[in-house]
T-cell receptor, first 112, second 113 residues
Framework: GQQVMQIPQYQHVQEGEDFTTYCNSSTTLSNIQWYKQRPGGHPVFLIQLVKSGEVKKQKRLTFQFGEAKKNSSLHITATQTTDVGTYFCAGAHYNQGGKLIFGQGTELSVKP | NAGVTQTPKFRVLKTGQSMTLLCAQDMNHEYMYWYRQDPGMGLRLIHYSVGEGTTAKGEVPDGYNVSRLKKQNFLLGLESAAPSQTSVYFC????????????FGPGTRLTVT
């Protein structure tokens, strides 16, 4: 079936270091979304990428969508303690009624 | 606007008991979803609905039933709870016009002993 793999599962960084998480889909996606879940919280939408090769930035966060629309990455520059949480990618496929297939998530911890 | 709300927030069940989780949204969204979240497994889709009166199976539907009698409500039922259903359950909704962006409720933490 359709799968979205996300690595790494955990990442521990020192405050100020950079962080990257990667997603790979087994099939071509119509779009990919990124969500953040703070400890004890619920997933919150960050961004959506639709076009092949698209790059979007939100302050220190940079999101990329691969040319083949099968992979994506989230890069955080100079992490802060407020970045702590689990980051999920979620792939949407054409004609799938709005369903998303979530990656396993990358749990980021930041040491001050 | 409350967004997506879920009741209850916590529940402990004994094996074999039944319960219903309620999800409500006030955003007039057409689509609604039930997920379960387990450590290291991400979010797995249990059932979903593309409109009032319609439901469909997701990735892990066994042991669960759902109903969407009103557009704003989506109910998840466990007829005979099992320890394997210990999890955190999230409800989400999305709009037809928002390309699948989902808004999540705060979650229900369920323990089955």
């Amino acid at each position: 079936g359709q799968q979205v793999m996300q690595i790494p599962q955990y990442q521990h960084v020192q405050e100020g270091e950079d962080f990257t998480t990667y997603c790979n889909s087994s099939t071509t996606l119509s779009n990919i979304q990124w969500y953040k879940q703070r400890p004890g919280g619920h997933p919150v939408f960050l961004i959506q990428l639709v076009k092949s090769g698209e790059v979007k930035k939100q302050k220190r966060l940079t999101f990329q969508f691969g040319e083949a629309k099968k992979n994506s990455s989230l890069h955080i520059t100079a992490t802060q303690t407020t970045d702590v949480g689990t980051y999920f990618c979620a792939g949407a496929h054409y004609n799938q009624g709005g369903k998303l297939i979530f990656g396993q998530g990358t749990e980021l911890s930041v040491k001050p | 606007n409350a967004g997506v709300t879920q009741t209850p927030k916590f529940r402990v069940l004994k094996t074999g008991q039944s319960m219903t989780l309620l999800c409500a949204q006030d955003m007039n969204h057409e689509y609604m979803y039930w997920y379960r979240q387990d450590p290291g497994m991400g979010l797995r889709l249990i059932h979903y609905s593309v409109g009032e009166g319609t439901t469909a199976k997701g990735e892990v539907p066994d042991g669960y039933n759902v109903s969407r009698l009103k557009k704003q409500n989506f109910l998840l039922g466990l007829e005979s709870a099992a320890p394997s259903q210990t999890s955190v359950y999230f409800c989400a909704s999305s709009s037809l016009t928002a390309f699948g962006v989902q808004y999540f409720g705060p979650g229900t933490r369920l323990t089955v002993t």
